[in-house]
């Protein structure tokens, strides 16, 4: 049984299909990635999972069962959604203890928890004066509390900086690799999640775009190189010399797969061809992506904020 299975999910609010006949599964002892672009249905599909908001069909599985039938929630899932309300004048270790106390957890748990993501040192600090970084780790400190073994993060990446960003990556894979927890970690940003994940779902628009191994969807390495010359075509013995394989897929353009970009760029040296573009292709995922999320010209007189949601029922 998988650890989390999302079952041909479809969700609508009022004429917005959020969710529209979703559907993947995330195994123990990996980490997946959940992408979209803003709106694209992540949140909605995680608050199904939590059964925060119900489905108008299909269904969202932890362990194989609803999550209001999970006998204790804490201990089998843990889950960081946006903006967790912490109670300001409280100390990050009071916060914790509270939520031990209410789920019958060890207090103890509270500074373990707070050790875990870096925060024991501010264990004692009020929760007011954190930083956004700072409310992330205590959010996914509360997330661990019950030492559950599927955790739902919900763009846990969103105001860390880029050392909080590797800390994050590094410790995912630590759930992952040396707890055997199934984490399902959402974002809008493909690079942010790309090197630790290993299994990739794509939403946009509320469907399904792309699923899989992150391995296969990257698959094949190198994706070539594409060049532009008006006398490109003089490129093309040197380079077929080193190894390569040539194509070209318009007048003064060939792209060159087998050899690394500095070889391109060496025989144009020597060749003395002037180029006027040297590009690494992208793979398709990233394509793929690029393509979904890509800067559209803002509407007139609007921007592209991200789409906030209303909070049913609470916070995690
Ligand atoms: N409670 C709600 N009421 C009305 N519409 C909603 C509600 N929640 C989500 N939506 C709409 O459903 C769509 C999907 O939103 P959702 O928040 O699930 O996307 P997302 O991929 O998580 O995006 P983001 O990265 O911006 O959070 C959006 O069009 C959003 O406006």
Redesign the pocket.
């Known amino acids: 049984m998988s650890a989390i299975e999302i079952r041909s999910l479809s969700k609508s ?2 004429a ?1 299909r ?2 529209d006949d979703v559907s993947f599964t995330v195994e123990q002892g990996t980490v997946t990635g959940f992408l ?10 995680l608050r199904c999972l939590l059964g925060l908001v119900t489905p108008d069909s299909g269904e969202a599985l932890i362990g194989g069962r609803r999550y209001a039938d999970l006998a204790a929630p804490l201990t089998e899932v843990g889950a960081v959604l ?1 903006a967790t309300n912490f109670h300001p004048g409280r100390t990050a270790r009071d916060h914790l203890r509270v939520l031990c106390t209410a789920a019958g957890l060890p207090p103890a748990r509270a500074g373990e928890a707070l050790d875990q993501v870096g925060l024991a040192d501010a264990a004692g600090k009020r929760v007011g004066g954190f930083s956004l970084g700072m409310r992330q780790r205590l959010a996914l400190a509360t997330a661990l509390l019950g030492a559950p073994r599927i955790l739902i993060l ?2 846990p990446a969103n105001g860390l900086d880029p050392a909080g960003i590797q800390w994050l990556r590094g410790f995912l894979r630590f759930l992952a690799d040396d707890r055997g927890c199934a984490v399902l970690v ?1 974002s ?1 940003v493909l690079a942010e999640v790309e090197q630790t994940v290993d299994d990739i779902v794509i ?1 946009a628009r ?1 469907r399904m775009i792309r699923q899989g191994a992150l391995s296969e969807l990257t698959s094949g390495g190198d994706h070539g190189v594409r060049v532009a010359a008006a006398e490109a075509e003089r490129l093309r013995p040197r380079l077929e010399e080193a190894g390569a394989t040539v194509e070209s897929p318009e007048s003064g353009v060939l792209l060159v797969r087998g050899v690394p970009p500095e070889v391109v760029g060496r025989a144009a040296l020597e060749e003395a061809v002037v180029l006027s573009e040297l590009v690494g292709q992208r793979s398709d995922l990233e394509q793929v992506f690029l393509d979904l999320t890509g800067d559209p010209a803002p509407p007139p007189g609007g921007d592209a904020l ?2 906030q ?2 909070t ?1 029922g609470g916070t995690s």
């Open positions: 609010f009022g917005v959020a969710v979209g672009p803003n709106g694209a249905g992540k949140t909605t599909t946006e919900d763009e959402s809008h939403i509320g991200p789409v949601t209303e049913p």
